[in-house]
């Protein structure tokens, strides 16, 4: 179905929350529209729930999983599937669906994509929402959701519950930014099931997830504004959030993040009062997009004692099937080792970089 602008706005939202440090293409600074921005909230709600895990009256909203599968017979996958809905109060809103699946045996990566004008919710509850023949919901647990969506042989439904408390970014679940401002939460680690069909074959499933939901009025511009984002689940339970952001000029506006505990304590981690230190160790160039995307990052927090090394599992992760080129981004399964408090630790990780393509003109950049 046909996609309108605030449609395309919102899904380059997807890459200006977490922001990378190096590797920025050259390109003028952005100006944001007269009017795009809304004045801040200035006494954001409680979140709560399972309220807050529907959809909501805001401009931009999406809820995100990725995660980690392996088959009955020991063969590993990585997964990303997401819904965005954009709403620009003018029109019905928008939706758009990805969903990405890694198979780490073959190194194949493959991209779907849905899209749907306006909602169309089943009148049962909880919320279910149908994005062309893909559909998308909660289960009725607290952290539970499901999904299913298939394009030809290939395919994955999951139902995904959360085996943790929720985590709230920024302690509150509300975050204020240069270009608006968003409510955030995640549920770091959800009980993945269900089947994966890869080009006819059919295997049943198991993993950990990772669930994020942001929702506010706010903007997303795409190169050079936009984001390094890390999930990194470590094997001795802890969960990790880690986003760096950059401002509509590609500098480096906030790194910030959020960790959990294996015992399910959550502690809010800023740059400074924290030392957190981000590098970046090599860089991956695509041949579709031309955007040159960051490999391989170091990490250190030093509050947590923690020193980690984050490795893409394959370089050619990057998203574009079925949107706009503005759109793209990169989606990657990747690999975590390290040391805190002097002890070796491991894990997986999802890392998400956006704004690194030179996008199409905006619409709105073209009637300046």
């Not at 890459?15 to 944001?32: D, G, H, M």
């Not at 408390?165 to 270009?179: C, R, S």
């Not at 409510?183 to 994966?196: D, F, I, K």
């Not at 990780?349 to 393509?357: D, M, Q, R, T």
Request: aromatic share 10%; hydrophobic share 35%; charged share 20%.
């Amino acid at each position: 179905m046909s996609i309108n602008r605030s449609t395309l706005l919102m899904i380059l939202v997807v890459a200006s929350l977490i922001t990378l440090t190096a590797c920025v293409k050259s390109a003028e600074p952005r100006e944001v529209p007269t009017g795009a921005v809304p004045d801040p909230t200035t006494t954001p709600s409680p979140v709560t729930f399972p309220d807050d895990e529907l959809d909501h009256e805001a401009r931009l909203e999406w809820w995100y999983h990725s995660g980690h599968l392996v088959s009955e017979s020991g063969r590993e996958f990585g997964f990303h599937f997401v819904l965005f809905k954009a709403d620009d109060e003018l029109s019905e809103p928008n939706l758009v669906a990805q969903l990405g699946i890694f198979d780490v045996e073959t190194g194949e990566h493959y991209e779907f994509a849905r899209a749907e004008a306006g909602i169309r919710k089943s009148a049962s509850e909880p919320m279910t929402i149908g994005i062309a023949d893909w559909i998308y919901g909660l289960l009725p647990v607290e952290g539970g959701h499901y999904f299913a969506a298939k394009s030809g042989d290939t395919g994955l439904g999951l139902d995904l519950k959360a085996v943790t408390p929720v985590m709230l970014h920024n302690e509150i679940g509300w975050l204020p930014t240069e270009l608006g401002s968003t409510y955030y939460y995640s549920w770091p680690r959800q009980e993945a099931v269900g089947e994966l069909v890869l080009n006819g074959e059919s295997f049943k499933v198991t993993g950990t997830g990772w669930f994020d939901h942001q929702w506010g009025d706010f903007f997303v511009l795409g190169n050079p504004a936009g984001w390094q984002w890390f999930a990194v689940q470590l094997d001795d339970g802890g969960s990790l959030m880690i986003t760096q952001a950059r401002g509509i000029d590609g500098k480096i506006a906030e790194t910030y993040g959020t960790y959990m505990s294996p015992d399910g304590n959550v502690r809010d981690l800023r740059e400074q009062s924290d030392g957190i230190n981000l590098g970046v160790l090599s860089e991956w160039t695509s041949t579709e997009s031309g955007g040159t995307y960051p490999s391989g990052w170091s990490l250190s927090i030093e509050s947590l004692s923690m020193e980690l090394t984050i490795n893409p599992v394959a370089d050619d992760q990057e998203v574009k099937g079925g949107l706009p080129a503005a759109s793209t981004y990169w989606e990657g399964k990747s690999h975590v080792s390290g040391r805190q408090n002097g002890t070796a630790i491991a894990g997986d990780a999802y890392v998400e970089l956006s704004g690194y393509a030179d996008p199409e003109p905006v619409e709105w950049m073209q009637r300046r």
